[in-house]
């Protein structure tokens, strides 16, 4: 079974400094998949960035990145120069091989960006 | 491009009424489609996914069911609606490729 755990119910950081969004994962399959997706307060789900368990270099997507250290099975979240509209709930997901059909979702983290 | 929708955005239904949500997706065929659960400030719980037109798999005993009629159509229902239901539903499809979702706008549902 894969597990995902996301430690911090709530974070925040001021508006134009970089933050953090710590993810661990738990899964017996060697190939798999990380996601972030941020959830506005709209309620709609919006994809962020994607990881592959086989990817030698850490995945960027403009300001997001995701720092991958696949010993200590993390996957954080790295949102740099944070803008007010980065205020939202952050979840990270993760999919096994064996079930690339399902993704596995943490609880969340709320971000919130001050002025 | 590729577009879903659900509908409706918002519902309020008495306890024991039944439920229809739909979800739709364009641009794209033979995607597979799962329906999520989020309860009030918690994650995503996986109900059903569809890997094609009548397969439908149920991850989580529940008052709820869901039917693929239609390759780009995905219904959720239920007969007779609990409190426990209520929540915020979300209808995906993916490629099968990387597994990546792609969500609709979601569905709240409140039962009273």
């Known amino acids: 079974a894969q597990k995902i755990t996301q430690t911090q119910p709530g974070m925040f950081v001021q508006e134009k400094e970089a933050v953090t969004l710590d993810c661990t994962y738990d899964?017996?399959?060697?190939?798999?998949?990380l996601f972030w997706y941020k959830q506005p307060s709209s309620g709609e789900m919006i994809f962020l960035i994607y990881?592959?368990?086989?990817?030698?270099q850490n995945a960027t997507e403009g300001r997001y990145s995701l720092n991958f250290q696949k010993a200590r099975k993390s996957a954080n979240l790295v949102i740099s120069a944070s803008q007010l509209g980065d205020s939202a709930m952050y979840f990270c997901a993760m999919n096994s091989g064996g079930s690339n059909y399902k993704l596995t979702f943490g609880k969340g983290t709320l971000l919130t960006v001050n002025p | 491009s590729q577009t879903i929708h659900q509908w409706p955005a918002t519902l309020v239904q008495p306890v024991g009424s039944p439920l229809s949500l739909e979800c739709t997706v364009e641009g794209t065929s033979n995607p597979n489609l799962y329906w999520y659960r989020q309860a009030a400030g918690r994650g995503l719980q996986l109900l059903f996914y569809?890997?094609?037109?009548?397969?439908i798999s149920s991850e989580v005993p529940q008052n709820l069911s869901a039917s693929r009629p239609q390759d780009r159509q995905f219904i959720l229902s239920s007969k007779k609606l609990l409190l426990s239901d209520s929540g915020f539903y979300l209808c995906?499809?993916?490629?099968?490729?990387?597994?990546?979702?792609?969500f609709g706008e979601g569905s709240r549902l409140t039962v009273l």
């Open positions: 990881q592959g368990s086989y990817d030698q």
């Open positions: 995906a499809w993916s490629t099968g490729d990387t597994g990546e979702l792609f």
């Open positions: 899964t017996s399959d060697p190939s798999y998949g």
């Open positions: 569809s890997v094609g037109i009548g397969q």
